[in-house]
């Protein structure tokens, strides 16, 4: 039995005096000047919460080298002020210049929520740009919403293994929203007058440079976020087989087969991406990048297919924002008999791969 | 011309992951049950920071790397007594709870004037390394703030891979979206890196590099600065394992052609 959650933690100052938020989304473009889905997502939950605050404001921040489309295909938003650091310098995603943007904005939209998206860009620079404020950032939140005038957020702890509510009386506030935890909004385009922020930059701020972008073929890439499904290999895959012979190479075969077929997201346990550092046969397209779990990532699919793995705890932690889950596993007792799985299927995965493969590549079921 | 650098790496201890995890209501806020209890290990990508301190240690002679770490004292010796076998550090203690549920500012605060109070700190020279999350809290702020403390702006999240330049330089490959890296170049020291995986496999326990660290690890454990989180303006309206136990259907009977017609119906749905 799940014991009950934890409830009425007292706060350890009392409540301030209520205050008239200015809640300011903070975006970045990208490539092109567009906005991405989870600065959508990002001004969604905004609008929401100043839609519950009295006499909030909401306000739009955009950096990049140029923002104007981007402010213009969300002019239709409830945001009564758009801000805008624009310039070459301001393309690079660099903790520099991006905390000295987000600073400046801040400043001038006097904002004490500031929300954005969590993506790598925001999240290496948020912390740090709340700490120049005085405020505090939370990050990987998943929820925010208003009771009683106050805001509160929804994050998880210990890698997933328990949510919890929090509220802050700290101004500015940085709330990091998760990206694929909100609805994006569909608030429309339209022409947005743009506010240019000046910030001058010292060449302090440039001793960084972003060179590039280091990507595998767009036909190796194995790492496929929007998928609907993640396909997770475990160590057995590399393990010997009945016939006491290790099958790497039908092994390798059979997963690029399958994720060619279904255009799945490639995940992979610990175990079996750590094997290449203790010189046993390798999977050559797993990286620690597939790595889902304790010390990996917790990515978001509506469907999740595990094969040739245990389940235990440290990878399964990876699998909350899983939808649906099934496994093929040898082992009836394994981690995802218990609870983890909606279905656990006892079977030897290499001969029902090979089958969903040429089911799949044959277009029939 | 190889560099020789001091290097912070800021880790903390985490409970094992294979143990079972249930939040309890304490005086002070959110806590985990018998948390003094659980067996603990480093916190695994601070873990990855600590190693690759160490391996860049190992090639730019004259390299000196340090171990920040704030927990309870008991279970940080503990944990100190397989960690100093790994790699060669000096530890800097704080004697402070390391639970999820305290503020990464005020964590930060005391890291970063624990970093300040080294002898002999050299901000020319200074990398400081982390995990670019913990397993605890799993926010990703405390190194930034640590940074920003240290009035370090060349800062680096979710990093793979750090390469010293002929130059001096550091070429640097952090984790973005899409399971792609971004490749930085920086004009060298102060930096700060917060570590994800890395390349290096855990270094094997090594009994002579823990005799070594233990001269120092045991006088800092004494002299460990006792650390109040006191968690201000946070509160917790709730702290709850999730509801989700699936009932899951195991099915042993079926063939091999059975199964995979119904996985793929299943991803076609």
Redesign the interface.
């Known amino acids: 039995m799940?014991?009950?959650?934890?409830?009425?933690?007292?706060?350890?100052?009392p409540s301030p005096k209520k205050i008239m938020e200015t809640i300011l989304v903070l975006a970045h473009t990208e490539n092109g000047g567009a906005l991405a889905k989870s600065a959508r997502e990002a001004l969604h939950a905004a609008a929401t919460l100043h839609k519950s605050l009295a006499g909030s404001k909401l306000v739009v921040g955009l950096i990049g080298e140029n923002v104007q489309s981007a402010a213009n295909s969300i002019a239709a938003c409830p945001a009564i002020k758009y801000f805008g650091v624009t310039g070459a310098d301001f393309s690079q995603?660099?903790?520099?210049t991006d905390?000295a943007a987000a600073e400046a904005i801040c400043k001038a939209a006097q904002a004490t929520v500031v929300i954005a998206p969590a993506?790598?860009?925001w999240?290496?620079?948020?912390?740090?740009v709340?700490?120049?404020l005085g405020g505090?950032?939370?990050?990987?939140v998943t929820g925010a919403a208003v009771a009683d005038g106050k805001i509160?957020v929804n994050r998880?702890?210990?890698?997933?293994?328990?949510?919890?509510?929090?509220?802050?009386?700290?101004r500015p506030w940085f709330i990091g929203i998760d990206?694929g935890s909100q609805t994006p909004c569909e608030c429309g385009a339209g022409t947005a007058a743009v506010e240019m922020v000046a910030v001058n930059l010292t060449d302090?701020?440039k001793?960084?440079?972003?060179?590039?972008?280091?990507?595998?073929k767009a036909d190796a890439?194995?790492?496929?976020?929007d998928a609907?499904?993640l396909f997770v290999t475990g160590a057995g895959w590399t393990k010997k087989q009945a016939d006491g012979q290790t099958h790497v190479p039908e092994a390798e075969k059979l997963i690029l087969g399958f994720l060619k077929q279904?255009r799945a997201s490639l995940g992979s346990s610990k175990s079996l991406v750590?094997l290449g550092?203790?010189g046993q046969a390798v999977l050559p397209f797993l990286s620690?990048?597939?790595?889902v779990g304790?010390?990996?990532a917790t990515p978001r699919h509506a469907?999740g297919?595990s094969t040739c793995c245990h389940g235990?705890?440290?990878h399964t932690?990876g699998w909350?924002f899983i939808g649906?889950?099934?496994a093929?596993n040898l082992d009836?007792n394994c981690g995802?008999?218990?609870?983890?799985?909606?279905?656990?299927?006892?079977?030897?995965a290499f001969?029902?791969?090979?089958?969903?493969n040429?089911?799949?590549a044959g277009g029939k079921? | 011309m190889s560099t020789a650098y001091q290097i912070v790496v800021c880790g903390s201890i985490v409970p094992d992951p294979l143990q079972t995890l249930e939040p309890v209501a304490s005086p002070t806020g959110p806590a985990l049950k018998n948390e003094m209890m659980l067996p603990a290990v480093l916190d695994p990508w601070a873990g990855h920071a600590l190693y690759e301190a160490a391996n860049l240690a190992k090639n730019a002679p004259g390299t000196k790397v340090w171990l920040v770490s704030l927990g309870p004292k008991a279970k940080l010796q503990q944990v100190m007594m397989t960690v100093a076998q790994k790699v060669p550090f000096e530890l800097v203690a704080l004697d402070g709870s390391a639970s999820g549920f305290t503020d990464a500012t005020e964590t930060a605060a005391a890291l970063a004037e624990a970093i300040t109070a080294i002898p002999g700190l050299d901000k020319s020279k200074l990398l400081v390394f982390g995990g670019w999350e913990s397993a605890s809290r799993g926010a990703g702020a405390t190194m930034q703030i640590v940074g920003e403390r240290l009035g370090i702006v060349d800062q680096f999240q979710g990093v793979d891979q750090l390469t010293v330049n002929a130059d001096g330089s550091l070429e640097i490959l952090e984790r973005i979206e899409g399971g792609k890296h971004q490749v930085s170049k920086c004009a060298g020291a102060p930096a700060l890196l917060g570590w994800a995986t890395g390349n290096l496999p855990e270094p094997k326990n090594n009994p002579q590099v823990g005799m070594v660290n233990m001269r120092t690890v045991m006088p800092a454990l004494q002299k460990a600065k006792p650390t109040k989180l006191a968690g201000e303006g946070l509160a917790f309206a709730s702290v709850a394992l999730p509801k989700q136990l699936r009932e899951t259907q195991i099915v042993k009977d079926k063939s091999p052609d059975d199964i995979a017609k119904e996985i793929v119906e299943w991803i076609k749905k």
């Not at chain 1, 998880?156 to 700290?170: A, I, N």
């Not at chain 1, 001793?207 to 595998?216: A, C, F, H, N, Q």
């Open positions: 799940l014991p009950s959650p934890i409830s009425g933690t007292p706060a350890r100052r995603s660099r903790y520099a905390a993506t790598s860009r999240a290496r620079v948020l912390p740090g709340a700490q120049r505090r950032a939370d990050t990987h509160s998880w702890y210990y890698r997933q293994r328990m949510e919890g509510v929090s509220t802050r009386t700290q990206p302090a701020s001793r960084t440079t972003v060179i590039g972008i280091r990507e595998p890439q194995t790492i496929r976020p609907q499904l279904s750590d550092g203790e620690h990048l597939n790595q304790q010390t990996g469907k297919l235990e705890e440290p932690v909350r649906e889950r099934r093929v009836p995802w008999a218990r609870g983890k799985a909606d279905v656990l299927y006892i079977a030897d001969k029902v791969i090979a089958k969903v040429e089911l799949l079921t």
